[in-house]
């Protein structure tokens, strides 16, 4: 579903990413996790075709993502760091906007629209404009738009930003249903205990390369063996 194929990327003299290889099957919830400045936003910006990369190929369900950047594109569902919303939207409306950039025809937008709705629980204030919302409220927004077309691949850097403890709930189990039915999440997050409660892989990159890769019950057989927690484990491999 992801595959990464010895992928670089350089901003002039500065090697962000280094020659990175990883594939994720279908089914597969992986945490990509790494301090600061490691490479994991530029990662997930040449996933989703917001960047080239110097070297190396990415390959998203079939598609490679620099000679078929729209086939690939409408395999994905990414939730940025940062989202940026219309303000003047509605809810409702910012989501049949996104519905009409993935094609999904005007006869089932409809349901689409009201399914989504009901799933992210934004029932209340859907209606309201977005300059209106709260983080959580437009972050739960976020969710539901790039979750419309049923993607195969969902995209996440730092998913829980601003939400609180209900809403964080919803979204987590929204996308354990989503691997449950064959979608790959490919999440970067700095809480560990998010990361250890939903990843069946853990992949740690430092420096713009990827250091370790395990999947979730072999790292919790190591933590075991060294009486360690994630956390632990996480700052002996950031240093």
């Known amino acids: 579903m992801i595959q990464l194929l010895n992928v670089t990327k350089k901003f002039n003299l500065t090697l962000a990413v280094d020659n990175i290889s990883l594939e994720v099957p279908a089914g597969q ?27 190396g190929r990415i390959v998203i369900n079939g598609y490679d993502v620099v000679k078929n950047p729209i086939e690939a594109k409408m395999n994905i569902g990414y939730i940025p760091d940062q989202p ?24 089932r937008l409809d349901k689409v629209v009201d399914d989504i709705i009901k799933i992210f629980e934004i029932q209340e204030w859907i209606d309201k404009r977005i300059e209106s919302y709260s983080q959580g409220m437009a972050q739960r927004v976020v969710f539901a738009a790039a ?3 049923n ?11 601003g939400l609180d403890p209900r809403s964080a709930n919803i979204i987590k189990e929204i996308l354990k249903e989503k ?31 990827i250091m370790l890769d395990y999947e979730i019950e072999e790292l919790k057989k190591i933590q075991k063996q060294n009486n360690q927690k994630l956390e632990d484990f996480y700052l002996e491999f950031i240093g």
């Open 84 to 107: 940026y919303l219309y303000d003047k939207l509605t809810g409702r409306e910012y989501l049949y906007f996104c519905g009409g950039l993935y094609k999904i025809p005007l006869n």
């Open 29 to 55: 919830f992986l945490g990509f996790l790494g301090p600061n400045g490691a490479g994991k936003t530029t990662t997930i910006k040449m996933m989703t075709g917001l960047f080239n990369p110097t070297s």
């Open 179 to 209: 691997c449950k039915h064959g979608s790959v999440v490919f999440m970067s997050t700095h809480i560990l205990s998010v990361a250890e409660e939903l990843c069946h892989r853990i992949v740690f990159i430092k420096n713009g390369r």
């Open 147 to 149: 979750l419309l077309h």
């Open 151 to 161: 993607p195969k691949v969902i995209i996440i850097d730092e998913p829980m930003v």
